[in-house]
C-alpha cells in the first residue's frame, strides 16, 4: 500500500500556470507536459523518499525531484503516509518559496 499524493493549492496554481505558458506556444503540447508531470509525482506514492532533501530548507521532510526543468518539492508525512506536492517550480526562478 502507497503514500497518498495530494497537491496543494500552490501547486495547483503551478502546473495551470506552466499549462497556461505552454498553451500560448502550443495547445497540445501544453496538456502533454501537463500530464506529464502528473505521472511523475504518482511515482512518489511507492518511493516518497525519492528526491534529494532541498538543501534550501534542510529538513528531511522536504524533498525534491527534478522533472525536466521544473523542481517538484514536496513534504513527507510518514506519520499519515501522506506526500503533498507543494510546488512546481522552474529552475530557472531561482530559490523555491513554500509555505
Known amino acids: 500500500m502507497g503514500y497518498q499524493v495530494t497537491l496543494t493549492a500552490s501547486a495547483r496554481r503551478d502546473l495551470r500556470d506552466i499549462v497556461r505558458f505552454i498553451s500560448l506556444d502550443s495547445p497540445e503540447r501544453a496538456v502533454v507536459f501537463g500530464r ?8 512518489l506514492a511507492d518511493f516518497p523518499e525519492m528526491g534529494r532533501i ?4 534542510n529538513d528531511p521532510s522536504i524533498r525534491e525531484i ?3 526543468n521544473y523542481r517538484v518539492i514536496y513534504r ?3 506519520e499519515a ?4 506536492v507543494a510546488r ?3 529552475g530557472a526562478r531561482g530559490n523555491p518559496r513554500i509555505s
Open 54 to 57: 532541498v538543501p534550501e530548507f
Open 36 to 43: 506529464f508531470l502528473v505521472s511523475a509525482i504518482k511515482r
Open 66 to 68: 527534478v522533472v525536466r
Open 76 to 78: 513527507v508525512n510518514h
Open 88 to 90: 512546481f517550480w522552474h
Open 81 to 84: 503516509c501522506r506526500v503533498d
